[in-house]
């Protein structure tokens, strides 16, 4: 079992910066880790969408709407990933989800709001 927990969301100015971070937690990492951690959003009356995802050897993937605006890293020792928004839009406003893959399931934490003003 992998707990996560988002934090760093808020509210920013259009053109603005947030970094969040999603902190992974559980009594088995020494044995196995964990593989993909990713970000999603979900906008109001939206689906959850992909935002970011980085494999347990650094190989990342972006959501079109964020390529060359958002980062995504990993710490592996400190079981920690982390989206850097850069030059943030309205449209970014959502809550931001991040996911952990790990021995097969997939792990859900409570989510950050991130609300972007025009």
């Known amino acids: 079992q992998v707990q996560l927990a988002e934090s760093g969301g808020g509210l920013v100015q259009a053109g603005g910066s947030l970094r969040l971070a999603c902190a992974a937690s559980?009594?088995?990492?020494?044995?196995?880790?964990?593989?993909?951690m990713a970000w999603y959003r979900q906008a109001p009356g939206k689906e959850r969408d992909l935002v970011a995802d980085?494999?347990?050897?650094?190989?990342?993937t972006y959501a079109d709407s964020v390529k060359g605006r958002f980062t995504i890293s990993r710490d592996t020792a400190k079981n920690t990933a982390y989206l850097q928004m850069n030059s943030l839009k309205p449209e970014d406003t959502a809550v931001y989800f991040c996911?952990?893959?790990?021995?097969?399931?997939?792990?859900w934490g409570q989510g950050t709001q991130v609300i972007v003003s025009s």
């Open positions: 996911a952990a893959d790990y021995r097969g399931s997939r792990s």
């Open positions: 559980g009594r088995v990492f020494k044995v196995f880790s964990i593989n993909t």
């Open positions: 980085i494999s347990s050897g650094g190989i990342t």
